[in-house]
């Protein structure tokens, strides 16, 4: 099993900055690929970025030129550094690590991102 947690949610101010992190631990020994999405009202579940373990990145358009997924494994912990929000990127933000090996996702129970204008 693998256990996730979220922290670094608030509310801040269009324009500002947020950092997220994820501390993992557990089983996490083939664990390839680790991500930030997002869920905001009425909405669905959408990816904001990826990191695999070579610490290779993608992200979704939104997220591109604002926001900046990392990993530190000696920590086993993921981030997520959010720059100029917009209210749109009012969510909450949910870790997620894949074993891509056996195709078994986890998930953390997320942290509310809050953006006013």
């Known amino acids: 099993q693998v256990q996730l947690v979220e922290s670094g949610g608030g509310l801040v101010q269009a324009g500002g900055s947020l950092r997220l992190s994820c501390a993992a631990s557990?089983?996490?020994?083939?664990?390839?690929?680790m991500g930030w999405y997002r869920q905001a009202p009425g909405k669905q579940r959408e990816l904001v970025a990826l990191?695999?373990?070579?610490?290779?990145?993608d992200y979704a358009d939104s997220a591109k030129g604002r926001f900046t997924i990392s990993r530190d494994d000696v920590k086993n912990t993921l981030y997520l550094q959010m720059d100029s929000l917009k209210p749109e990127d009012t969510a909450v933000y949910y870790c997620?690590?894949?074993?891509?090996?056996?195709?078994?996702?986890?998930w953390g129970r997320g942290t509310q991102v809050t953006v006013s204008s």
């Open positions: 997620n690590a894949k074993r891509c090996i056996t195709n078994v996702a986890y």
């Open positions: 557990g089983f996490l020994s083939g664990i390839n690929v």
């Open positions: 990191i695999d373990s070579s610490g290779s990145t």
